[in-house]
């Protein structure tokens, strides 16, 4: 039953992928450009990597849907809720890459003044510790949450240095 959870989320996450494959091209095409590709390679991997190792480790823990799992779950449809917010929020600039189309400007919507880099903290965090929480699969978390949270640092980082040298300048 977990594995086929886990499968089903990360079909719903291979949707999302679809649609920001899609808004890359339209970006490109149209002038945009993409930063931090090598962070991005990095947390494609750290990613594919937590939906690899958490069902394969439930299977060897032959973990249930317990208590935890159930909090799992609701942590993961919290965290894919999210994501689809954020993805209407920011509509065809949304990808999972870090892109900056033509005239890119600082969408000012209360989700992103309240919240700083919401498809972050309020998607993917949710939705790791929801894998975890879901397959228990601590050892999981324990080896790969430090690099990805070194690497989803750098990320914000890489971000931050956008919106305050391409983003914010455009938007005025």
């Given at each position: 039953?977990?594995?086929?959870?886990?499968?089903?989320?990360?079909?719903?996450?291979?949707?999302?992928?679809?649609?920001?494959?899609?808004?890359?091209?339209?970006?490109?095409?149209?002038?945009?450009?993409?930063?931090?590709?090598?962070?991005?390679?990095?947390?494609?991997?750290?990613?594919?990597?937590?939906?690899?190792?958490?069902?394969?480790?439930?299977?060897?823990?032959?973990?249930?849907?317990?208590?935890?799992?159930?909090?799992?779950?609701?942590?993961?449809?919290?965290?894919?809720?999210?994501?689809?917010?954020?993805?209407?929020?920011?509509?065809?600039?949304?990808?999972?890459?870090?892109?900056?189309?033509?005239?890119?400007?600082?969408?000012?919507?209360?989700?992103?003044?309240?919240?700083?880099?919401?498809?972050?903290?309020?998607?993917?965090?949710?939705?790791?510790?929801?894998?975890?929480?879901?397959c228990h699969s601590w050892w999981t978390a324990l080896l790969l949450?430090?690099?990805?949270?070194?690497?989803?640092?750098?990320?914000?980082?890489?971000?931050?240095?956008?919106?305050?040298?391409?983003?914010?300048?455009n938007s005025q």
């Amino acid at each position: 039953m977990v594995p086929s959870i886990v499968f089903a989320v990360f079909l719903l996450r291979l949707w999302f992928l679809k649609i920001s494959i899609q808004h890359e091209r339209l970006i490109l095409k149209n002038g945009g450009r993409e930063y931090g590709a090598k962070n991005t390679s990095y947390l494609t991997a750290l990613h594919i990597l937590f939906y690899l190792f958490s069902p394969v480790e439930a299977l060897i823990k032959h973990s249930s849907v317990d208590l935890l799992g159930i909090i799992g779950i609701v942590f993961l449809v919290f965290s894919m809720g999210m994501l689809y917010l954020v993805q209407s929020i920011l509509g065809e600039i949304w990808t999972v890459k870090l892109m900056i189309a033509t005239n890119h400007t600082y969408n000012d919507h209360f989700l992103f003044r309240m919240i700083k880099h919401p498809n972050y903290y309020l998607n993917i965090i949710p939705e790791l510790i929801g894998l975890t929480l879901l397959c228990h699969s601590w050892w999981t978390a324990l080896l790969l949450t430090p690099f990805y949270t070194f690497v989803l640092w750098r990320r914000i980082k890489e971000e931050e240095e956008l919106l305050e040298t391409v983003i914010l300048p455009n938007s005025q």
